[in-house]
């Protein structure tokens, strides 16, 4: 199973990103998606997590500015984020737990190799 992200970029304060994960391989169902971020000298940390169902979880710092979403026709989820910050620099990675056969009884995780935002002041 692979999760490839695309989207990140420089933008200003204010300004909006898209960021795309697209998952692909051997898979069943992917049950929850999300986001995640980690900048310089910090822990990775929670941005949206997205269930199969579409029921969604946003960090405080993020709420009313993200917006995550997905297409289980596509296995792929979105995070569409506006109002940036510069304090919303990071590297963004995607995650799925996947089950990967029908008769899997647990998840596998799985993490995409990070997209780079960086927003200027």
């Known amino acids: 199973v692979q999760l490839q992200a695309s989207g990140g970029g420089l933008v200003q304060a204010g300004g909006s990103l898209r960021l795309s994960c697209a998952a692909s391989?051997?898979?069943?169902?992917?049950?929850?998606m999300g986001w995640y971020r980690q900048a310089p000298g910090k822990q990775r940390e929670l941005v949206a997590t997205i269930t199969h169902d579409g029921s969604t979880n946003y960090a405080d710092s993020v709420k009313g500015r993200f917006t995550i979403s997905r297409d289980n026709a596509k296995r792929t989820v979105y995070l569409q984020m506006n109002s940036l910050k510069p304090e919303d620099t990071a590297v963004y990675y995607c995650n799925a737990d996947v089950y990967r056969t029908a008769w899997s009884l647990y998840t596998n995780d799985y993490w995409g190799q990070g997209t780079q935002v960086t927003v200027s002041s």
């Open positions: 391989g051997s898979i069943f169902r992917i049950d929850t």
